[in-house]
Each structure stands twice: as structure tokens, then as C-alpha cells.
């Protein structure tokens, strides 16, 4: 099941709940003072990439200046 996050209009209460697919994910009651609460949408993380190897390794392609074993 998705954990949601949400804050309250009324306090400002953050927090965060379990619920299934089929419940209402955009609103829900903030546990602290009874206000309604609207769903809070974060950005994803970033993903970075270190190295030379991710290329060549995680895809099997090599831009050539690596030392890789590669797959033909």
C-alpha cells in the first residue's frame, strides 16, 4: 500500500499515511486537530551517476575508454 503525505490547512500539521488504492488520496483529517489536510506531491530525488563504468556496464555499450569486458 502507498504511504501519502499531507499537510494540514488548519495547523500545519505534516505527516504522513498508508492507504490503499482504492481510498481518497487527495484528502484526508489531520490526526492532531480534526482540520482538513491536502496532499503534499514531493519531487523525486535526483539521480546521479558516478563514474566511468555505469555506461558501459549496466547498458553493455562501451564508449571506448574504458577496460571493461564487454558482451558482443
Known sequence: ??????????????????????????????????????RVFSEAPAVVYHGSGYYCTDHNKCCGSCSHAHKD
Open 1 to 38: 500500500m502507498p504511504l501519502y503525505e499531507y499537510k494540514c490547512t488548519k495547523c500545519g500539521n505534516d505527516y504522513e499515511v498508508i492507504k490503499g488504492f482504492s481510498e481518497d488520496a487527495d484528502h484526508d483529517v489531520c490526526p492532531r486537530c480534526s482540520g482538513e489536510a491536502a
